[in-house]
């Protein structure tokens, strides 16, 4: 019963650690949790059947560890997870509105610098110049450069 209890802690910990490398990437918790199930599998061997036995089981661990690493580096598993197409187009790529210096919207988002506002009943991404704007603000055309709005508060 021993045996199975430490094989299955250890084999959880080997699941953990391949699924946070190639599934999970960056140092999260499935990572940590993996380190942590491994370690204590090989506790349970040195404390259940002595120093001979657990330095086996730390052995048998890390050859399984990296065996499964390298398996699933080579069988490419995460290409199939991965997202392979690309995005080409912007926000305001294709929007028919006739927008010109000087019109005049209202921000329905807040600008920081960049958010949304209402021009001429059509919704469009807006960047102020660095500053904040709030939201619910009226705001004025600057100019407009390849699909960037640049716009700044109506002063009345």
């Known amino acids: 019963m021993d045996w199975l209890i ?5 084999l959880l910990g080997t699941f953990l650690i391949v699924a946070e490398i190639i599934f999970v990437p960056g140092t999260t918790i499935v990572g940590i949790l993996g380190f942590i199930f491994s370690g204590y ?4 061997g040195y ?3 002595g120093a001979g036995t657990g330095t086996s089981i730390l052995i048998a661990t890390l050859l399984i ?13 995460w290409e199939r997870f991965s997202l392979k197409d690309t995005m080409k187009g912007k926000y ?3 929007f028919q509105l006739e927008l010109t210096e000087g019109d005049i919207g209202t921000t329905i988002s807040s600008l920081k610098p960049v958010g949304k506002a209402l021009f001429k009943e059509q919704e469009i991404e807006v960047r102020s110049n660095g500053g904040f704007v709030a939201e619910n603000v009226e705001i004025e055309v600057l100019k407009i450069a390849s699909s960037k709005i640049f716009v700044q508060p109506v002063k009345k």
Not at 67 to 76: E, T
């Open 6 to 10: 430490i094989t299955g802690i250890i």
């Open 41 to 44: 599998g090989i506790y349970l």
């Open 47 to 49: 404390s259940y059947f």
């Open 65 to 77: 560890n990296v065996g499964a690493l390298v398996v699933a580096f080579k069988s490419k598993s």
């Open 92 to 94: 305001n790529e294709d």
